[in-house]
T-cell receptor, first 114, second 114 residues
Framework: AQSVTQLGSHVSVSEGALVLLRCNYS??????LFWYVQYPNQGLQLLLK??????LVKGINGFEAEFKKSETSFHLTKPSAHMSDAAEYFC????????????FGAGTRLAVHP | DSGVTQTPKHLITATGQRVTLRCSPR?????VYWYQQSLDQGLQFLIQ???????AKGNILERFSAQQFPDLHSELNLSSLELGDSALYFC?????????????FGQGTRLTVV
C-alpha cells in the first residue's frame, strides 16, 4: 500500500530564506505525486504535481519539487520565502493507472518570520 | 474559488444525531471525493464516486454513507455521531477518476459534535 511521510510537522524560516519541505513516499508501482497548500480556513489548493516526464516540476508561487525515484522522495523547495507562504503544506501520492485515491502526508506547517 | 461548493460551512450537533453534508462539484467534473481532516488523524480519504457509482473506499466508518446523484452532487451522511467525529470534512472533484488529475477542493464543512 502506498504511504507518504513528511519530515517535520513544523518548519520555520526567515523571510527571504530557502524553503525546504521534505516528503518521502512508499509505493509498489510508479506513483503520481502532488503538493497541496492549505491556508487558514481554506480548502486545499494544488501547488504542483508529478505524473511522468521531467522530474523537476515547477508550480505556482515560485515553488518547485524534484521527483527522485532512487530516494523515493519528492521534496518541495522555494528559493526565497515570502510572508504569504505561511500555510500548511501537504504531500500526496496516488497510484498510476488507478482511480484517484489521494493519500496525504500528515502535513508541514510553514511559518515565515521577518 | 475552486468551483467546488460545500454546505453547510459549520454544523454543531449532539452525540447520537445524524447529519448530511452536501457537495456540488465543479461544473463538468464527474468524480467526487470525500475526506476527513482531524488533528489526530490528519487528512483521511473516505470515499470516491464517479458518475454516480462508488469507485474507491478508504477509511469510512459503517456509520457513514455517501452517494452521488444524477446531477453529480454528492451527500455524505454521518449517523450515530460521536465526539470523535468532530472534524473538517472536505469534498473534492475531478473531471475523470484517474490518478494523475488535479483534485479541486471545497472549503469544507466543520462538524462539531457536542
Amino acid at each position: 500500500a502506498q504511504s507518504v511521510t513528511q519530515l517535520g510537522s513544523h518548519v520555520s524560516v526567515s523571510e527571504g530564506a530557502l524553503v525546504l519541505l521534505r516528503c518521502n513516499y512508499s509505493s509498489s508501482v510508479p506513483p503520481y505525486l502532488f503538493w497541496y497548500v492549505q491556508y487558514p480556513n481554506q480548502g486545499l489548493q494544488l501547488l504542483l504535481k508529478y505524473t511522468t516526464g521531467a522530474t523537476l516540476v515547477k508550480g505556482i508561487n515560485g515553488f518547485e519539487a524534484e521527483f527522485k525515484k532512487s530516494e523515493t522522495s519528492f521534496h518541495l523547495t522555494k528559493p526565497s520565502a515570502h510572508m504569504s507562504d505561511a500555510a500548511e503544506y501537504f504531500c500526496a501520492v496516488n497510484l498510476s493507472g488507478g482511480y484517484n485515491k489521494l493519500i496525504f502526508g500528515a502535513g508541514t506547517r510553514l511559518a515565515v518570520h521577518p | 474559488d475552486s468551483g467546488v461548493t460545500q454546505t453547510p460551512k459549520h454544523l454543531i450537533t449532539a452525540t447520537g444525531q445524524r447529519v448530511t453534508l452536501r457537495c456540488s462539484p465543479r461544473s463538468g467534473d464527474l468524480s467526487v471525493y470525500w475526506y476527513q481532516q482531524s488533528l489526530d488523524q490528519g487528512l483521511q480519504f473516505l470515499i470516491q464516486y464517479y458518475n454516480g457509482e462508488e469507485r474507491a473506499k478508504g477509511n469510512i466508518l459503517e456509520r457513514f454513507s455517501a452517494q452521488q446523484f444524477p446531477d453529480l452532487h454528492s451527500e455524505l451522511n454521518l449517523s450515530s455521531l460521536e465526539l470523535g467525529d468532530s472534524a473538517l470534512y472536505f469534498c473534492a472533484s475531478t473531471f475523470s477518476g484517474q490518478g494523475n488529475t488535479e483534485a479541486f477542493f471545497g472549503q469544507g464543512t466543520r462538524l462539531t459534535v457536542v
